[in-house]
Nanobody, 121 residues
Framework: QVRLVESGGGLVQPGGSLRLSCAASGIIVSINAMGWFRQAPGKQRELVAAITRGGSTNYSDSVKGRFTISRDNAKNTVYLQMNSLKPEDPAVYYC???????????????WGQGTQVTVSS
């Protein structure tokens, strides 16, 4: 069974920083794109940042210049460094990864359980 486990969420003051981590475990042959999404109460889940296996990145306009996504392919882990956090950033942050469990199957999208990020003074 493939699992994505996030960590690093919490409470931070405006302007502060947090680093999220998401580790994939289980029977994994290959991981393609990995990304972070977030969902605030009453809003749809939205893409925050994504990274390909080769390291190409994509960010939503609202976090460009403040958030940095990275990954460690050897550890099957993706990170999200969040700096200059704003009052509009609080949400549940979800990790997503396209994972292949064996060479006879296609990539399947998996989600983590989510981690809460709160920004408050």
């Amino acid at each position: 069974q493939v699992r994505l486990v996030e960590s690093g969420g919490g409470l931070v003051q405006p302007g502060g920083s947090l680093r999220l981590s998401c580790a994939a475990s289980g029977i994994i042959v290959s991981i393609n794109a990995m990304g972070w999404f977030r969902q605030a109460p009453g809003k749809q889940r939205e893409l925050v940042a994504a990274i390909t296996r080769g390291g190409s990145t994509n960010y939503s306009d609202s976090v460009k210049g403040r958030f940095t996504i990275s990954r460690d392919n050897a550890k099957n882990t993706v990170y999200l460094q969040m700096n200059s956090l704003k009052p509009e950033d609080p949400a549940v942050y979800y990790c997503n990864a396209d994972i292949r469990k064996d060479y006879y199957r296609d990539y399947v999208s998996y989600w983590g359980q989510g981690t809460q990020v709160t920004v408050s003074s």
